[in-house]
């Protein structure tokens, strides 16, 4: 595919289990239309045809976790116009991120028997650690509708806004009956962003945050609320460590929480 | 003495990222590497101190195509440690949300990654333009598959609903009910996709292979069963770690398994459920492994795409028979009382066996966990086919040699995501 006049579009990988870019090859029918209006420039999971820069758009999944991903990062900000971060390792790090808070060694000695064979980061991070992004787009996957809504904005020429109200909201709009009003299950919904259609209180369990921290998030009151359910301060702080737990907002609420002394502490776990 | 180097940065239509290292001189190869620089993310061990009932949530963050097979070994190795009883109903449902992503992962790889290269185009929408009807039938085909994950697990990538105990909710009846016209369509293209298959202009890789997969009395093991090989291996999950071992490379993220006794690679994956499993083939499964040329025993891995196709017949037969089969487990979830000890399961995730091992304290609290992915298993392999396919192609161009070498790779659908926890090609003739 070369088509000169046709916006060039990229789609990178860096830390990440591929379900953002595959939320693109998921996108079927849709995909053969978004196909004819864009020259899919390079594209790995999808194409062997990998052209160079520069690039229009650029998406960028997963988290920035080793030497070379700095330098291919950077490489790829001076090749893209609009550079666009999608889904929660993107974003935030990424479930990868819990490693930022121990020793990268025991990690590595953890997992590999030969740890003077890998090479990483102490930490993983969210692309914008390292260079400018122009949009963010949240959750472990990012939404499908989300992501086309984008691209077809980006194709108009606009610049996509994406919603940060929380999965309150959404629980409220659809009508679901609160879990943690109705069962005292611990639900993050309060404090994280809307994107899935508050997917787990629809199914009757409480959210885990996927798409990171609404705006805006408040965290001290739904920490109190996790410890008046009977959480110790170690399960209500691991409760906001978690897929996104490297989002500030979520990072500093657990800190918050295991300050107050439960965190050296060995506790009964909640079923 | 011929002077040649070839270089492919990055192998495509794989997923995640690795590379593959050829030096040949003359007719030998001098060094052949399979370099998996897919960063490791160390799941085994962040899931170490968090709760048990967590772990369904963190280990499909492993790879984005199989999130149910992660999912579905953690969940019944911890029930069977704890002593679970799940309500009636629920295996059945969670063999139909693991029938969708096999329908939707083999889908993927027949169409949209593998088939491209054996008529030597680039990707799946080159392929649209010259047969858009085809392409149109494997992603309709293919939607079924994710829409079946979407309603039972809330999306199909990563669902939500799966528990240790069972589901946080179950799909009605009426839910379901609707995916039986389209699966019976579905059905009824896929002995015709078999004969294009039989069709395609396909190298040849005859080798002695031993290949591993789940067995079952009763059904085509997907969740449930014991392992077996094709040289006559019998054994269980519990024991899995005493038959096959992790061997660390110094150029890959990603462990290599081979046998303990015989240091021998092995194989997972579809072809090797075919062989261990063609007596429990549904009838169009079957019918369409007939047609596509594939009769058992068969080791020669090119055959795979055969396997994925019957196997895709099978999951829809599946999961047509468990529709309308299907009562909703009530109440959906059992409760769960944690005890110490180690739960270990194995289920046959689209790529093959995916074996996990969790260590839990009394409270519930992971202490320990080891995850052996399928393409980990088949990495040490590939490089054996390799090996063995490269000298019979080495006149070609290339080019050609390049695209060779990716089919043999892609033979596995690696994913190489799971792996690291795969592929640049880089080949140097001096």
Known sequence: MSDSDKPRVAVFKMASCDGCQLQLLDAEDALLDIAGAIDIANFAEASSNMQPGPYDVTLVEGSISTPEQIEQIEEIRRQSKVLIAIGACATSGGVQALRNTKDLGTFVRTVYPTPEFVKSLETSTPVADHVQVDLELTGCPIDRGQLLATLTALLAGAMPRVSTSPVCMECKRRGYVCVMVAKGEPCLGPATRTGCGALCPGLGRGCYGCFGPSQPPNTDALGERFERLGLTPRQAADRFRFITGWAPAFREAAEALEGEGGGKKKEVAPR | MTHRTVE?????????????????????????????????????????????????????????????????????????????????????????????????????????????????????????????????????????????????????????????????????????????????????????????????????????????????????????????????????????????????????????????????????????????????????????????????????????????????????EESIRLISDYVPPEPPMAEVEPRAGRATWVTEAPRGILYHRYDVEEDGTIHAAKLVPPTAQNLRHMEEDLRTFIPGVLDRSDEELTRLCEMVVRNYDPCISCATHFLRLDIERT
């Open chain 2, 8 to 316: 492919v940065p990055v192998i495509a239509r794989v997923e995640g990222e690795g590379a593959l290292h050829l030096k040949v001189r003359d007719e030998d190869i001098q060094d052949l590497r399979l370099e998996i620089y897919e960063p490791p993310r160390f799941f085994e061990a962040f899931l170490v101190g968090r709760h048990f009932s967590e772990v369904p949530d963190i280990v499909p963050r492993i790879c984005g195509i199989c999130p149910v097979a992660y999912q579905m070994s953690a969940i019944y190795g911890l029930e069977r440690l704890f002593g679970v009883e799940v309500p009636a109903g629920t295996h059945e449902l969670r063999r139909l949300l693991y029938c969708g992503e096999w329908i939707e992962s083999h889908v993927l790889h027949v169409f949209l990654l593998a088939a491209p290269d054996f008529l030597g185009l680039h990707d799946a929408i080159e392929l649209a333009k010259t047969q858009p009807d085809l392409v149109k039938t494997a992603l309709g085909i293919k939607r079924i598959g994710n829409d079946l994950m979407e309603v039972i697990g809330g999306r199909e990538i990563h669902p939500v609903s799966p528990r240790v105990g069972g589901f946080s909710k179950a799909p009605r009846k009426r839910d379901l009910e609707p995916f039986l016209p389209r699966l019976e369509w579905a059905l009824a293209q896929m002995p015709g996709i078999a004969d294009l298959v039989a069709t395609l202009p396909k190298p040849e890789l005859p080798r002695p292979a031993e290949m591993v997969a789940l067995v079952h009395p009763d059904e085509y093991a997907i969740n449930e069963g014991d392992l077996a090989s094709t040289s006559g291996r019998k054994f269980t999950a519990a024991s899995f770690e005493e038959v096959s071992r992790e061997v660390h490379v110094e150029h890959s993220n990603a462990l290599h398994s081979v046998m303990i006794d015989t240091e021998t690679p092995y194989f997972v994956g579809p072809l090797a459920r075919v062989n261990l499993n063609a007596r429990r083939l549904t009838p169009v499964a079957r019918e369409c492994a007939e047609r596509s040329g594939l009769h058992v025993p068969e080791s020669d891995p090119f055959f795979s795409m055969a396997a994925r196709v019957a196997e895709v017949a099978l999951a829809i």
